[in-house]
């Protein structure tokens, strides 16, 4: 089983729907991550979390919000999803000992 | 506030036609520098990470280097399934976040 996955993996979706992604991680992690990727803008940090008490904003926070529902959970939500949120999402995690983070396989978010 | 430029955009190599890519970097202090892999529709893979100046890693046909301002992902002998993106990022002495150039897209034909 993969260390990190995500659901869904492909979500169509119209304009003001309200969208939750979920990421899971079996790594035992502290640190878990939202990133957004569109062609040519490469990775950017939407929400952290550093452990279940502690969310911190982005780059690009505005028009997202997070949930860390346990140490191995932590979910975005779009609340009223736009044609630009359209996007690769990605959750990482790390363990705060060393740097590197782990990525999921994404959820890839059309926005009608 | 810290900046991330890869080079080039995209490199079409042949088959065993050694190259490299760039990395260049402006950070407050440096606390780590950071190699990934993206295949097509998928995650990023961690490939290296790099502390200091003068360091080097290796992984198979891949080698990373890192100076005070940029660092090279060296590409020997490629193969075509070394084709993928690859990204450069970096993280400050004050904290773990990650700030990611926008990536080098590689081809290497047969």
């Known amino acids: 089983d993969a260390d990190v996955t995500q659901t869904p993996r492909n979500r169509i979706t119209k304009t003001g729907k309200r969208i939750m992604l979920e990421c899971s991680q079996t790594?035992?992690?502290?640190?878990m991550y939202w990133y957004r990727q569109d062609p040519g803008l490469g990775l950017q940090l939407i929400y952290y979390s550093f452990d279940v008490k502690d969310i911190n904003k982005g780059e690009i926070s505005d028009g997202y919000s997070v949930s860390r529902q346990a140490q191995a959970k932590f979910s975005l939500s779009l609340e009223s999803a736009i044609p630009n949120q359209t996007a690769l999402y990605f959750c990482?995690?790390?363990?705060?000992?060393?740097?590197?983070?782990?990525f999921g396989p994404g959820t890839r978010l059309t926005v009608l | 506030e810290d900046q991330v430029t890869q080079s080039p955009e995209a490199l079409r190599l042949q088959e065993g036609e050694s190259s490299s890519l760039n990395c260049s970097y402006t950070v407050s202090g440096l606390r780590g520098l950071f190699w990934y892999r993206q295949d097509p529709g998928k995650g990023p893979e961690f490939l290296f990470t790099?502390?200091?100046a003068g360091e080097e890693k290796e992984k198979e046909r891949l080698k990373a280097t890192l100076t005070k301002k940029e660092s090279f992902l060296h590409i020997t002998a490629p193969k075509p399934e070394d084709s993928a993106t690859y990204l450069c990022?970096?993280?400050?002495?004050?904290?773990?976040?990650?700030?990611f150039g926008e990536g080098t897209q590689l081809t290497v034909n047969p």
């Open positions: 790594k035992g992690h502290d640190r």
């Open positions: 990482a995690t790390s363990d705060g000992l060393v740097d590197e983070q782990f």
């Open positions: 990022a970096v993280t400050e002495t004050s904290g773990s976040r990650l700030t």
């Open positions: 790099l502390y200091s």
